[in-house]
């Protein structure tokens, strides 16, 4: 859904751990999804995208899943590492008209060594 | 390298007066946005805009102006009727693409700091 301003859930977890940050969206007509890591101080960086005609895609130890039934996307990260310690987004793209990127209002994750 | 610039990375402002932050994408891309993030939140759209000389207002749009005469070009005004302007300030583009296969994700700069003293 879309960000409003509400303090950061956080997720910790052990170093080697999986790691799984959820997201809900509001927008049935959402099309398009993206999680995005972001460091303290710096922008967001691209980490994995899906489209709502499939309902899973994997990448380099990050696995996105979509429930379009519940509306619901999640990012799981194998063997978590300390450097994956930031603050994860996602974010829905509808196509409805123009494509307003909305954020949910993101997640931080802290790994402990 | 193609990508998304933003200056400066740290702004200072006293109150009572405007600044404006730049962004500048080489990435050819017609959607540029504007976010604003305050410490341990997420992100509030200010404005966006989907082509040249077009600009909408987002979700919390009050104290900010826009502008988009050129494609690459998006710079942010922060008025002096934003009664609370020091946050982090990030802008993004994207394209616009209608056709289903067409990716639209965002990329980012790497933010400008605001603070008012």
């Known amino acids: 859904g879309e960000s409003v301003g509400l303090h950061l859930p956080t997720l910790s977890v052990q170093e080697g751990d999986n790691s799984i940050i959820n997201c809900a969206y509001s927008n049935s007509a959402s099309d398009y999804f993206i999680w995005y890591k972001q460091e303290s101080g710096k922008g967001p960086q691209f980490i994995i995208d899906i489209r709502s005609n499939m309902d899973k895609r994997q990448g380099q130890r990050v696995t996105v899943l979509l429930n379009k039934t519940v509306k619901h996307l999640s990012l799981q990260i194998a063997a978590t590492q300390p450097g994956d310690s930031a603050v994860y987004f996602c974010a829905e793209n509808s196509n409805t008209g123009f494509q307003k990127l909305v954020f949910g209002t993101g997640t931080r994750l802290l790994v402990s060594p | 390298d193609g990508g998304i610039t933003q200056s400066p990375k740290y702004l200072f402002r006293k109150e009572g007066q405007n600044v404006t932050l730049s962004c500048e994408q080489n990435l050819n891309h017609d959607a540029m946005y504007w976010y604003r993030q305050d410490p341990g939140q997420g992100l509030r759209l200010i404005y966006y805009?989907?082509?040249?000389?077009?600009?909408q207002k987002g979700d919390i749009a009050e104290g900010y102006s826009v502008s988009r005469e050129k494609k690459e070009s998006f710079p942010l005004t922060v008025t002096s009727a934003q009664k609370n302007p020091t946050a982090f300030y990030l802008c993004?583009?994207?394209?616009?693409?209608?056709?289903?296969?067409?990716?639209?994700?965002?990329?980012f700069g790497q933010g400008t700091r605001l603070t008012v003293v």
């Open positions: 993004a583009s994207s394209t616009t693409g209608s056709a289903f296969h067409m990716n639209t994700e965002a990329f």
């Open positions: 805009s989907q082509i040249v000389n077009d600009f």
